[in-house]
Structures are given as C-alpha cells and as structure tokens.
C-alpha cells in the first residue's frame, strides 16, 4: 500500500475587508487569512479510476461523491499535469461543517492536490499550479499552501503575511449552512460601486504577540459578519457566546460565516472555554485549535 495521507486545514479570515464590486459582479477584497489545526482529512491511494467515499459527521451535508470538489481537483490535475494517471482511491474524511466560512471544500481540493502529486511523484512549477488552482475556485491557492497569507483580488492573489504569532482559537458554527454569494447579495454593493469603509492597513513588521494581533484586529472588520448576521441571527449570538469566554481578546465571524472564532492567548483558556461552550450548546459545532 501506499496511502498519502493529506490534511484539508480550516481556513480562518481574521479580516475581510470589502474593497468594491467588479462591473462583472466579482468583488475584490483584502483578506488576511490563517488556518487551524482543525481540519478534514484526506487519503488517497493507486487505483484505475478515480472513485471517491466519503465519510465523517459532515459526510451527508455533501451531497453525491461524483459532485465533490475532490473529484474535479483530481481530474483537472491528471488532465493538466503530466506523470498524475487518472485513477486514484481518494477517501475523504468530513469533519468541518459545510457552508461553514472556512473553506472546507477549497481545503478538500487543496489536499487532493497535494495528495496526488506526492502519491505520483510528480512535482509542479508554481505558476502551473497557481493557474490550476485559481480554475478550482478562488481560495484553493490559499489552501494549497495552506499558511498565513494576505488575499487580495477576487480571493484569488495570495502572499506572504506579514509575520504572526501562534495564537489559540476556539471555532464555533452553530449548524447552520450559509452560501457564500447570498451574503455577499444581502451586502448589497451594485457592479462599479466601491464599499464605504477604507481597509485598515497591516504593519509592514507584523506582530509579535496575539495581544498585539487582537489589539489590531479590534480596529479591523470582517465586512460580511453584517450581511450573514441578517440572514442567519445567531452568529450575533455565537460571537457574544465567544467574547463573554474568560481570556478571549476578541471574537469574530470568519469568511462569509456563519463560522465564528474566538482568539485567545493561552492553550489551557482556549481548551476550557470550548469544553464549556460545548456542554452550554451541544447543537454547536465547537473546537478548540491553534492558528498558524
């Protein structure tokens, strides 16, 4: 056998800062992203076809294997990289909640990329795989290397953070799905419209605490927490649930929600918190992580 096994990271915007809407509808944004331990897992090994199983606690909310993301990402590598067969058993292994603010399917296809390449042998030149991963959606490069970054164009330009502390979390989605383009509908910014709000601009130097990081997010925004709030209430709840934790140094939505995190300072307040925010609400989905 040999299986590779590839982990499908949780994407966590800290900020997401709306910048204007494209004549074609697109919006371009700023985004500085960094991802969790929690994570879907991926394994994969040589087959004829590609065939895909799906399993986990989230498994069911996927709808059909054939309609995966993991499977297109599959394809489109074998299709466009030379050395990748196209057969594989990809397995995959749901424990994010889709529609979730993090990037779980980008994530998945990121992994199988990963997985592919190293199960083949094969290694890609950074453009090539930039260009394959812009055709998957725009937040697969970010996953692909799956390390701090800063976003920009239409999700789709990634680079290096600015230097980050390792910083603890708590993830909280109260379990319920949120599409991405009905947030940024509910936003309501027309095609040539910029938003109202300039986005606050990183230090070139970074941070070297996360009370630092905190203090600066506080003056930041995640300028689609408003819009998903108005469609599903209860990340105002979530996010007031995060802020009351003893030790949080601030609470926010992640990407278009209705994903919250709480960010913390220290292991041990971040891994009570969760246990108690979990045993309060056992209809959330909670998990307590670290960020890098």
């Known amino acids: 056998m040999t299986l590779v096994s590839e982990a499908a990271r949780a994407k966590i915007n800290l900020t997401l800062h709306v910048l204007r809407r494209r004549e074609d509808g697109f919006h371009l944004i700023e985004s500085l992203v960094v991802f969790a331990d929690a994570a879907d897992r991926l394994n994969v090994d040589h087959a004829a076809q590609f065939d895909l199983t799906v399993t986990g606690p989230y498994a069911d909310d996927l709808g059909r294997p054939e309609d995966n993301i993991v499977l297109e990402a599959a394809r489109a590598l074998s299709h466009g990289v030379g050395g990748v067969p196209p057969g594989a058993v990809l397995m995959l292994e749901k424990n994010l909640p889709v529609a979730s603010g993090i990037g779980g399917g980008s994530a998945d296809a990121a992994a199988c990329i990963r997985a592919l390449l190293k199960l083949n042998k094969v290694k890609v030149g950074d453009i090539a795989l930039a260009q394959l991963g812009a055709s998957l959606g725009a937040d697969v490069n970010a996953c692909i290397a799956s390390k701090p970054a800063l976003i920009t164009g239409v999700g789709n330009v990634v680079e290096p953070a600015p230097r980050l502390p390792r910083a603890h979390a708590v993830l909280v989605n ?15 910014i027309e095609p040539g419209e910029a938003f109202p709000e300039l986005p606050v601009p990183l230090p070139a130097d970074g941070f070297r605490t996360v009370e ?15 819009p998903a709030t ?18 949080c140094l601030i609470a926010r939505m992640s990407g278009s929600g209705a994903t919250c995190f709480g960010l913390f300072a220290g292991q041990a307040e971040a891994h009570d918190g969760a246990q108690w925010l979990a045993a309060d609400h056992p209809d959330w989905w909670v998990r307590a992580t670290m960020l890098g």
């Open 212 to 226: 630092a990081l905190a203090e600066h997010l506080r003056s930041a925004r995640n300028d689609l927490q408003a």
């Open 174 to 188: 109260p379990g319920v799905p949120l599409a991405t383009p009905a947030v940024y509908h509910t936003l309501g």
């Open 230 to 247: 108005r469609l599903v209430p209860a990340i105002a709840e979530v996010e007031a649930a995060l802020a009351a934790m003893p030790g």
